[in-house]
Nanobody, 124 residues
Framework: QVELVESGGGSVQTGGSLRLSCVAS????????VSWFRQLPGKEREGLAA????????YYMDPAKGRFTITEDKERKTVYLQMNNLKPEDTAMYYC?????????????????WGKGTQVTVSP
């Protein structure tokens, strides 16, 4: 079992930045991917970005491309999501996810471990 704890959410204005952190309970989180998802009210969780520990490669879905960056601090067992140029449509609960099946890092039902989430609110 891997425990994931997110932090770093908050309220910002349009154009602002936030850095989300996901701290893992042990190095077991480095099994394959760690992903960041978000969930808007009434919507399904959508994958945003992931890092693959086999080769350090990062992956992004369209809402995150060019504005979000995923990185890892191995010693701190922490994965970050730097979010820049935030927009009101980025308002959501953001979740960290670890250990996905079949490499499908952006599909919520393929994730084995979830954090409890951190809220991001972007005002106009």
């Amino acid at each position: 079992q891997v425990e994931l704890v997110e932090s770093g959410g908050g309220s910002v204005q349009t154009g602002g930045s936030l850095r989300l952190s996901c701290v893992a309970s042990d190095y077991g989180y480095r099994r394959n991917f760690v992903s960041w998802f978000r969930q808007l009210p009434g919507k399904e969780r959508e994958g945003l970005a992931a890092i693959y520990f086999g080769n350090g490669k990062t992956y992004y879905m369209d809402p995150a491309k060019g504005r979000f960056t995923i990185t890892e601090d191995k010693e701190r067992k922490t994965v970050y999501l730097q979010m820049n140029n935030l927009k009101p449509e980025d308002t959501a609960m953001y979740y960290c996810a670890a250990d996905v099946k079949d490499g499908m890092w952006n599909v919520a039902r393929m994730v084995r471990f979830w954090g409890k989430g951190t809220q991001v609110t972007v005002s106009p």
